[in-house]
């Protein structure tokens, strides 16, 4: 006979697991909370921007559609360059940094803007500050270092990573773990409740006796009152708590 789940079936299994599923949602809840107010350090950002143009010759050059895209298919190679030992390592004497050349890559990240001639260079820590500082003087270093490696004059920092910009952190972010953790919880909670039920083959009632042979269950025999099934029971009861 084939077994089939109505949505009563289900409710009843929700319900009947209810504590369970709240328990393990409200321990996901509260890990993440914990976690990401009191364990983890915020992650401030702070981004210079430079920009690849001609700043010789005439005006004319300057605004060539083809000295325009020569520029932006400079911009992967630029952007190697300013991730560079070249660049990060005298950035790291300079500012006097307690950090390696892949400590200090790692924090770093060079994007262009939307296929324009514009590089953003953004640096991450943990405070903002110093992620400010780095950003500027790796801005700085790279308008030097890249004219003296390319033979070009043609980048110039536009705009300076600024303290105001860099006062939110960008890490943790702590309502949307917990609202992840709500989410996962509820999926592990449910999950699981439908995993125990699964495996739980204990007969508890008629229904389960007509569910497990198939058979309509036609009476029951119930244990009266002051019988001696029931002296049997409630003494063996007796002994239970007795021990």
Do not use: C, W
């Amino acid at each position: 006979m084939e077994e089939t789940i109505s949505l009563k079936d289900l409710l009843a299994t929700l319900k009947k697991r209810l504590a369970l599923i709240i328990a393990i949602t409200l321990t996901a809840v509260t890990a993440s909370a914990v976690v990401s107010f009191f364990v983890l350090n915020p992650v401030y950002q702070s981004s210079a921007d430079i920009i690849v143009n001609q700043k010789d010759g005439n005006q004319e050059a300057m605004y060539n559609s083809n000295v325009i895209q020569t520029n932006i298919q400079l911009i992967n190679t630029y952007s190697g360059i300013i991730k560079n030992t070249a660049v990060l390592k005298p950035v790291i004497e300079q500012m006097n940094l307690d950090m390696s050349v892949s400590e200090l890559k790692g924090k770093v990240s060079v994007e262009s803007q939307n296929e324009t001639q514009i590089l953003t260079i953004s640096v991450k820590d943990e405070d903002p500050k110093k992620a400010m500082e780095i950003a500027n003087t790796i801005a700085s270093v790279s308008e030097k270092k890249i004219a003296d490696l390319m033979k070009l004059n043609n980048v110039q920092v536009m705009n300076k990573a600024s303290l105001e910009e860099s006062k939110t952190p960008i890490a943790p972010k702590p309502y949307m773990n917990i609202a992840i953790a709500l989410v996962v919880g509820l999926m592990a909670g449910v999950g699981l409740a439908f995993l125990l039920e699964y495996f739980d083959t204990t007969i508890k009632n008629e229904q389960d006796i007509e569910n497990l042979i198939g058979l309509p269950i036609l009476g029951s025999i119930s244990v009266m009152e002051g019988s001696k099934m029931d002296m049997k029971v409630k003494r063996g009861r007796g002994e239970q708590l007795g021990a």
